[in-house]
């Protein structure tokens, strides 16, 4: 199906360990970003990339890693997940930097931390 | 640093109504502001996006206003419908559309529509 697409929806997983988000667009979109949203904080950048091989931090990095080999695929990895990371997870797409252009968001994935 | 506040942060009318949502935002050197629904357990929804330098753009019953100078946007929905009932949320583009385009987000106003 075209447009963005997030795995999995749901997950839960221990302290410690390690999860991968995934995110995938169909739009060939230069720009991805990844969302936390949290009650009381609203939606917070983590991490966003230009194009393929170029990420950055955005307002919320700590503990998270991603990587982007291809322009449609976007992980987002936390290395050693801890509880405070639990939260709702919104990977996004937009065409270029011009403001012009609207984000585009996934559906989001639930990540629980016990 | 730039912050967005929606106020009010729940609210709930009868159907048939018109209302007003509200956002603010700090600094206006704002790049564009759009507005979002989100439904329960989705994602978000892009429903207006206005550039800094417009004042309004419409959408079917949907109509944002955007006065930068003052730091405030309105999205007005007339004619209020059960199917609005949702948490609309707005967002500002800040950085000049330079490297990035990043949105900073208001907490949203969650929005009940009686029938």
């Known amino acids: 199906d075209a447009g963005i697409t997030q795995s999995p929806r749901y997950k839960i997983t221990e302290t410690g360990r390690q999860v991968t988000l995934m995110c995938h667009q169909t739009?060939?979109?230069?720009?991805m970003f990844w969302y936390r949203q949290d009650l009381g904080h609203g939606l917070r950048l983590i991490y966003y990339s230009a194009a393929a091989d170029i990420t950055d931090k955005g307002e919320v990095p700590d503990g998270y890693v991603v990587s982007r080999s291809k322009t449609e695929n976007f992980p987002l990895t936390l290395e050693s997940a801890t509880r405070s990371q639990t939260s709702v997870y919104f990977c996004?797409?937009?065409?270029?930097?011009?403001?012009?252009?609207?984000?585009?968001f996934g559906p989001g994935t639930r990540l629980t931390v016990l | 640093k730039q912050e967005v506040t929606q106020i009010p942060a729940a609210l709930s009318v009868p159907e048939g109504e018109n209302l007003v949502l509200n956002c603010s935002f700090t600094d206006s050197a704002i790049y564009n502001l759009q507005w979002f629904r989100q439904d329960p357990g989705k994602g978000l929804t892009s429903l207006l996006l206005i550039q800094s330098s417009q004042r309004e753009q419409t959408s079917g019953r949907l109509n944002a206003s955007l006065d930068k100078s003052s730091g405030r946007s309105t999205l007005y929905i007339a004619a209020s419908q059960p199917g609005d009932s949702a948490t609309y949320l707005c967002a500002v583009t800040i950085g000049g559309g330079g490297a990035t385009n990043k949105l900073i987000f208001g907490t949203g106003t969650l929005l009940a529509v009686q029938p």
């Open positions: 739009w060939s979109h230069s720009y």
């Open positions: 996004a797409s937009s065409r270029s930097s011009s403001g012009r252009n609207e984000q585009f």
